[in-house]
């Protein structure tokens, strides 16, 4: 029975007890703790750690004709800062590149295990983690609109239509309020969730598969396992391209969101 992603299969198909996870401190086991040092809780400190060590290596010693460590560091800040946040929130969005350069490099470090051997699954391929993340750009969010507009007319601003006629403001206010203040941090975690996922889900059925064809016995089936190990290494590349995306695409809508609580107007 399948019990963890990349083991050989038996005669069970993979299902979504591939995302369970034992404790890796038996003393834990049973316990209230047991959750946290779990190997995707491994995963998501290592990709904590990558990220800090990643700019502290690349960036020491800055000099002005950057080297090829600090034109990397530089690269990905630049392209956050320049193509997301100023792009889309507009000169001020440069304050916001920090926070938005960590959330894309942190996304898509989590979104690579995925691909990694060994490792073989994003943490974010679990709800919870996408969700810390989307709360997180939520509270920002919040934060930005009441700061800006004051509590009273955060509300108004994000849930009134300018040029509506009154009739319609009790139909439409709720409507906005429950889009811009309480779905949209639900969107944001379910989208990065559900794409990493089911990715993991569709590398599982063609790497697995391949093993139960080539382990059924028969000889017409060796073709077929093989030709689901070659589909293996064709959606793992794909992978690369989908997990690539989902960062830029979470990063991309937490500056949309920010940009929406600044603005002026509706």
């Known amino acids: 029975m399948i019990t963890q992603p990349g083991f050989l299969a038996s005669e069970f198909p993979p299902g979504v007890d591939v995302f369970d996870y034992k404790t890796l401190i038996p003393s834990l086991e049973g316990s209230m703790w047991a ?17 800090i060590v990643f700019f502290l290596v690349t960036y020491r010693n800055p000099t002005l004709v950057p080297t090829k460590k600090q034109w990397l560091a530089e690269s990905v800040y630049g392209v956050v800062r320049n193509n997301i946040a100023t792009d889309i929130i507009g000169p001020q969005g440069v304050r916001f590149a920090p926070y938005l350069a960590t959330i894309f490099c942190f996304v898509f470090v989590t979104n690579l295990w995925s691909i990694v051997p060994f490792a073989q699954i994003s943490p974010n391929s679990h709800l919870a983690f996408p969700a810390v993340l989307a709360v997180l750009t939520w509270l920002v969010y919040i934060g930005l609109g009441i700061k800006k507009h004051g509590l009273l007319g955060y509300l108004k601003h994000s849930t009134v239509q300018p040029g509506v006629p009154w009739w319609v403001h009790p139909i439409l206010v709720p409507i906005e309020f429950l889009s811009n203040l309480i779905l949209r941090p639900i969107t944001l975690a379910v989208r990065l969730f559900a794409n990493m996922f089911a990715g993991h889900m569709i590398l599982l059925v063609f790497t697995l598969g391949g093993v139960a064809l080539w382990n059924a016995g028969p000889l017409l089936l060796k073709p077929a396992a093989i030709g689901s190990w070659v589909f293996a290494v064709v959606m793992t590349l794909f992978e690369l391209f989908i997990l690539s995306l989902q960062a830029y695409v979470f990063t991309l809508l937490s500056a949309t969101y920010f940009q929406s609580s600044i603005s002026e107007e509706h």
């Open 35 to 51: 959750g946290a040092f779990t190997k995707l809780s491994l995963l998501v400190w290592m990709a904590v750690a990558i990220v």
